[in-house]
């Protein structure tokens, strides 16, 4: 089984209907993080978790929120989603306790279409 | 500001040939991480290389090695004997340890031609 799962692979939504992305993890690690990625542009920051107390905005959280439910838990929702959303999405784990400090592992993405 | 750079969008190369992917990258924080990833056709990504800042030494993971020019800020990454599964999109990333986030570069195509 993969040590990050995440639920939807492949979604089309509607402009302005609300939708969540979810991410698990059964690494045990502390660290969690959302991703976007555009052609051409790599992969942006959307937000990061240090913990479930500990959460963050990264360079573009503006039309996203998150929730850290648990350790291993941490979703990433779209209030109203608009065309400029679609991409492709990607939740990522690391943890910094551990000698692999920098390494970050990531899930397998989900693809999010906003029409 | 762009703190990572791939000047690159796409490359060719000839397989069993060697490629250099260029990489450059802006920070003041003493202490970081450079890493490359690649990402295949598939839409995972796969974790190749990491050089910290502190490293005397270049990283070499099998036919991967990252090239580190500490005064000049470049992290490249050189892939040996090419062979046609290395065509892929590679990201070159920095993790600074103050701020502990992960930016990535827009990335670099790499075609690899029989």
């Known amino acids: 089984d993969a040590d990050v799962t995440q639920t939807p692979r492949n979604r089309i939504t509607k402009t302005g209907k609300r939708i969540m992305l979810e991410c698990s993890q059964t690494?045990?690690?502390?660290?969690m993080y959302w991703y976007r990625q555009d052609p051409g542009l790599g992969l942006r920051l959307i937000y990061y978790?240090?913990?479930?107390?500990?959460?963050n905005k990264g360079e573009i959280s503006d039309g996203y929120s998150v929730s850290r439910q648990a350790q291993a838990k941490f979703s990433l929702s779209l209030e109203s989603a608009i065309p400029n959303q679609t991409a492709l999405y990607f939740c990522?784990?690391?943890?910094?306790?551990?000698?692999?400090?920098?390494?970050?592992?990531f899930g397998p993405g989900t693809r999010l279409t906003v029409t | 500001a762009q703190k990572i750079t791939q000047t690159q969008p796409g490359m060719f190369v000839q397989e069993k040939e060697a490629v250099t992917l260029d990489c450059t990258y802006d920070?003041?924080?003493?202490?970081?991480?450079l890493f490359w990833y690649k990402q295949p056709s598939s839409g995972e990504m796969i974790f190749l290389i990491y050089q910290g800042s502190y490293d005397q030494q270049n990283a070499t993971e099998g036919r991967y090695s990252l090239n580190f020019q500490k005064a000049r800020k470049s992290a490249n990454l050189v892939i040996s004997a090419s062979q046609l599964g290395d065509s892929a999109m590679y990201f070159c990333a920095m993790r600074e340890w103050s701020d502990d986030k992960v930016i990535f570069g827009p990335g670099t195509s790499l075609s690899v031609i029989p």
């Open positions: 920070t003041s924080d003493p202490s970081y991480g």
């Open positions: 978790s240090f913990d479930v107390k500990d959460i």
């Open positions: 990522a784990t690391s943890d910094l306790s551990r000698t692999e400090w920098y390494e970050q592992y």
């Open positions: 690494k045990g690690h502390d660290r």
